[in-house]
């Protein structure tokens, strides 16, 4: 397990107080790792080593996030997840697991994941994967967020995970947000499916690309719709943002 750490500006709940995380695994090594690493990004952490535990320790600390293993001593990830929905339906779930299967990955996925990470694994990928599921989710600001993202008439502020054009305010999900966000982040840039997938969905998907097109028409349905149109598409090459020449 690699251990490298970069220094990361710090990403808090919307109302500026710690986020909530709770790490579940029955191996104690393992969660005291994952306990500090979780704590050095200044998050409130709490770890349990079975299902039961992890459903008490849900009740109470009410997470924003769950690092959750799918084998444990007394019953499966998935069947704690369907409890975890229960205490707090938002909650994000990022499953880790030494299974590496295709069909685990989309099991996972498939039981209302958000995430998934496989043994070995390094502390980097899974507090990086968390930033980025917390972010999609509108559950977390990141503090020092600079100015908002302004591409001709389209407007997104970050903090607030709100996005205009011409004014008018455009009801997006995590998802869409995030894919926005990197668009925007990279105007008049092509961007190939690859990149997006690392980018939003920071994995391949099982090399399924259509969801980068299935994505890009919702985006489209909002942000061009009855209007000239900022995304485009570049045959063989992916798709740009650009601003609607005046």
């Known amino acids: 397990m690699n251990t490298t750490r970069t220094v990361r500006p710090a990403l808090t709940r919307p109302d500026g107080t710690a986020l909530r995380v709770l790490v579940v695994d029955d191996d104690p090594d393992l969660a005291e790792v994952l306990t500090g690493a979780l704590r050095y990004e200044s998050w409130e952490v709490r770890a349990a080593g079975d299902g039961a535990a992890a459903l008490a320790a849900a009740r109470e600390l009410l997470p924003d996030a769950v690092v ?21 339906p938002d909650v994000c779930v990022l499953f880790l697991t030494a299974r590496d299967a295709v069909e685990d990955r989309i099991a996972g996925i498939t039981a209302g994941g958000d995430d998934y990470v496989t043994k070995p694994f ?9 930033r980025g599921l917390l972010r999609r989710a509108g559950m977390a600001r990141q503090l020092d967020d600079g100015p908002r993202l302004v591409v001709g ?4 502020d970050e903090d607030a995970h709100e996005v205009t054009r011409s004014g008018e ?63 485009h598409t570049v045959r063989g090459s992916g798709y740009v943002l650009k601003p609607v020449p005046r």
């Open 68 to 88: 959750l293993d799918v084998m444990l001593p007394d019953t499966d990830g998935f069947t704690v997840l369907r409890g975890l929905h229960e205490v707090k």
């Open 122 to 130: 390094s502390l980097e990928e899974v507090v990086a994967r968390l």
């Open 153 to 156: 008439d389209l407007v997104m």
């Open 169 to 231: 305010p455009l009801e997006l999900s995590p998802t869409e947000f995030e894919l926005l966000r990197f668009l925007m982040s990279n105007p008049r840039r092509v961007l190939s499916k690859a990149q997006i997938l690392d980018r939003v969905w920071s994995y391949d998907f099982g090399g399924r690309a259509h969801v980068v097109e299935l994505y890009i028409s919702y985006l489209r349905k909002k942000v061009d719709a009855g209007r000239e149109p900022m995304i």
